[in-house]
């Protein structure tokens, strides 16, 4: 809920009295979209398929101070897919041009087994994240 303010690294929730610090979407986006690219280039079936990323808030009562490029609103999320990756204000948000082609929905439960098969389950390896965001947190 409130006013969203973008930085770069880190952005501001201001709603009412109360002002929320957070990393940037965007770049925790960016870290996902890379890592999820790594798993799917083990896969022969897979490699290919585009990785793209999108941050989508949800609440009806949020407001962005200023256009971000790479954020919607859920209103916006359907015509975007739909559009192959353009909003209302025509900026395009994919990357690439869209191929027109979707998975096939067995292809999709195929990639979410391979997903999970070769997703990281270790704790000891989620500790270490876990302990890279606060240090990230005390540099902010």
Do not use: C
Request: a positive charge; glycine letters at 6%.
């Amino acid at each position: 809920n409130g006013k969203i303010s973008p930085g770069k690294k880190e952005w501001v929730q201001i709603y009412g009295e109360k002002v929320v610090r957070f990393h940037s979407p965007l770049l925790q986006n960016e870290i996902h979209k890379k890592a999820l690219s790594r798993v799917l280039e083990k896969s022969r079936s897979f490699s290919r398929i585009p990785v793209k990323g999108i941050v989508v808030f949800t609440s009806k009562k949020m407001q962005f101070e200023k256009q971000v490029d790479g954020a919607l609103r859920l209103k916006e999320l359907s015509p975007y897919i739909k559009s192959g990756g353009k909003t209302r204000s025509r900026r395009v948000l994919l990357t690439a041009a869209p191929t027109g082609k979707y998975l096939s929905r067995q292809k999709i439960l195929d990639l979410k087994k391979f997903i999970l098969k070769n997703s990281l389950k270790s704790s000891r390896k989620r500790k270490l994240h876990e302990k890279k965001i606060r240090k990230l947190d005390r540099r902010t």
